[in-house]
Each structure stands twice: as C-alpha cells, then as structure tokens.
Antibody
Framework: QVQLEQSGAELKKPGSSVKVSCKAS????????INWVRQAPRQGLEWMGG?????????TYAENFKGRLTITAEEPTTTVYLELSGLVSDDTAIYYC??????????WGQGTMVTVSS | DIQMTQSPSSLSPSVGDRVIMTCRAS??????LNWYQQKPGKAPTLLIS???TLHSGVPVRFSGSGSGTHFTLIISSLHPDDFATYYC?????????FGQGTKLEIK
C-alpha cells in the first residue's frame, strides 16, 4: 500500500528557508496530485498549494504564500518538495503532504514539524 | 476565496448519542465537500468525499449530506473512538479552504 513518507523535523531561524520532502513508497505518484497543508499549534488546517506531476508538473499556490513558496517534484516522480522562504514565527507548524484524488485528500503523510525560532 | 464555516465549534456528547454538525460555504460548491477526522497528535483522515460518499473503511455510522452551500455530517451513534476534531473542506475552487473544525469532547 502506498504511503507518503515525509522528512524529519526542522528548527529554523527567522528569515531562513526550509525544504520538506514527501516520498511515495511503492512507486511514482502516477496520475494524482500532491498538495501541502499546514497546521499551526492548536490551530486548524491551512491549504498551501499543490503540484500535478502528471500534468507537466503544473503547480498552484495559495495567495498567502505566493512569492515565498515553491513546490517541486523530482524525476522520476517519487518525491515532492515544499520550500518556504522568508520564515517568520507564524510559519511554525506541522506541514503535511497529501495525496489528492479529484479534490479529496485520500492519504496524508505523517507530518513534518517546522519550528521557527531565534 | 470561498470561506467555510463550521458549527458548533465544540460539542460534549455522550457515547451512543446522535451527533450532527454543519458546514456552510460562502458560495455554492455544489457537492465538492469533504469531511476529515483528526485525533490529537495524528494527521487527519478522510471520512467522506463529494459531500456524501463514505471513504473506504469508514464505519457506516458516519454519513454526510448537502449540496450548494449547506452540508451536514452525522454520526448516528457515537463511539468512544469518535471523540476527535472534524473538519470540512471545499474542493471546488482553489484555495481549497477548510472550516475551523468541530471538536467532540468527552463530557
């Protein structure tokens, strides 16, 4: 069964960047999109953006993150990356990659805790 | 952007109770509505897609309904394992916003 395996926790300084990976065990992402969702401590879920590797790697980003969020996919497409720059304390959150099948998030990674602190 | 509003924000039902929670969209999303369950310290899991389609492996005590702007998640008879936070999410238009959640707390 396919699982999404994310990279480990990160501690970053304000102003720096973070790159989180999401690897599909069991083979390439094939014909589905990977989205990213984050959750700040004791808060709700926030959609960040996504990539469709099977559609020429097309990406879409939430307006809140445009200019500092980059989502990429590695060829062959087994790993997707989220890179967030210009980190501030409000970026402290758990970052989840999710398998998107026609708009439904059918599978979630285990989450990556990113802490931004001086 | 489409805003999603859930109510109530929290509930304290008892095991065996019928639980109803709602989700409203700021504009029509047809049936492009998903429900997720999240337990403390865990990633969310998909319960229902397309407003009413039960995801594989989800117990039949969960059901969803609605279309347009008003949606409902019902748990017909609450089990101890159901105490969690429930989120709705629209998948009609980017950004695919979530509601703020409904937390079921043990009384």
């Amino acid at each position: 069964q396919v699982q999404l395996e994310q990279s480990g926790a990160e501690l970053k300084k304000p102003g720096s960047s973070v790159k989180v990976s999401c690897k599909a065990s069991g083979g390439p992402f094939e014909t589905y999109a990977i989205n990213w969702v984050r959750q700040a401590p004791r808060q709700g879920l926030e959609w960040m953006g996504g990539i469709s590797p099977h559609i020429l790697g097309s990406t879409t980003y939430a307006e809140n993150f445009k200019g500092r969020l980059t989502i990429t996919a590695e060829e062959p497409t087994t790993t997707v990356y989220l890179e967030l720059s210009g980190l501030v304390s409000d970026d402290t959150a758990i970052y989840y990659c999710v398998k998107n099948i026609t708009g439904s998030y059918v599978l979630w990674g285990q989450g990556t805790m990113v802490t931004v602190s001086s | 952007d489409i805003q999603m509003t859930q109510s109530p924000s929290s509930l304290s039902p008892s095991v065996g109770d019928r639980v109803i929670m709602t989700c409203r969209a700021s504009q029509t999303i047809y049936t492009h509505l998903n429900w997720y369950q999240q337990k403390p310290g865990k990633a969310p899991t998909l319960l229902i897609s397309a407003a009413s389609t039960l995801h594989s492996g989800v117990p039949v005590r969960f059901s969803g309904s609605g279309s347009g702007t008003h949606f409902t998640l019902i748990i017909s008879s609450l089990h101890p394992d159901d105490f969690a936070t429930y989120y709705c999410q629209q998948s009609d238009t980017v950004p695919y916003n979530f509601g703020q959640g409904t937390k079921l707390e043990i009384k």
